[in-house]
Structures are given as C-alpha cells and as structure tokens.
Nanobody, 125 residues
Framework: VQLVESGGGSVQAGGSLTLSCVAS????????MGWFRQTPGKGREGVAV????????YYTNSVKGRFAISRDKTKNTINLQMNDLKPDDTGIYYC???????????????????WGQGTQVTVAS
C-alpha cells in the first residue's frame, strides 16, 4: 500500500487547510485510515482516524470541533479538513492505513501499519 499526502502549507493562526491522502489500493474502504502528526521533541500522535464503515470518526481532544476527517470512496482518498488552526497544530502530518486495527494510539497499531511520506503544516501566530 502506498499513501501519498498533499495539501500541507503555511497559514496564519485561525486559518484553514485541507490535507488529502491517495491510497494505491483497489479499495481503500477495507482499511482503517487516519492522520497522525509529529512535532519537534514529541513522538508521533494520532490526530483523527476513520474506520472502514466510513461513518464513525475519532479525534484527539485538541482538534475536536476544528478538524474533520472523511473518505472519498470513488477516489480512494481520505481528507482532513482543518479549521481554526493553532500554532500547536504545527508539525508533519502523516497519512496512515491499517488493515485490521483502528486507533489513535501508536502502541495499538502494529507493524502492519502503512505510512505516507508526510506533509508539513506550519501555523504562524
């Protein structure tokens, strides 16, 4: 599985960005998909995940009400709409896919996790 992210960039606090991830699989809907981010001095943390049902979504507390993850089933793509961005949202955002597990926790995801190359998001105060 290859994952290719796009949509990162630099914005002022309060601005918006939309990240997209295209998966090179026949049917992305059989995978749990999600977005994780890595910031300087911190490990990789889960931001949002969307299980295979495409209806349920999970978010880390700091982004609830501001970010929205969604699937585009026809394009094998997931998106992350990020609104009201804050400087603490700055980091490298990675797309994730997993065939059997779905979690915001890195410790739950196994070695079978697929990752994209990452896209930089920078939010200036």
């Amino acid at each position: 599985v290859q994952l290719v992210e796009s949509g990162g960039g630099s914005v002022q606090a309060g601005g918006s960005l939309t990240l997209s991830c295209v998966a090179s699989v026949t049917d992305v809907n059989i995978y749990c998909m999600g977005w994780f981010r890595q910031t300087p001095g911190k490990g990789r943390e889960g931001v949002a995940v969307i299980p295979t049902d495409g209806e349920t979504t999970y978010y880390t507390n700091s982004v609830k009400g501001r970010f929205a993850i969604s699937r585009d089933k026809t394009k094998n793509t997931i998106n992350l709409q990020m609104n009201d961005l804050k400087p603490d949202d700055t980091g490298i955002y990675y797309c994730m896919a997993h065939p059997t597990r779905c979690s915001l926790s890195m410790s739950v995801l196994s070695r079978n996790t697929y990752w994209g190359q990452g896209t930089q998001v920078t939010v200036a105060s």
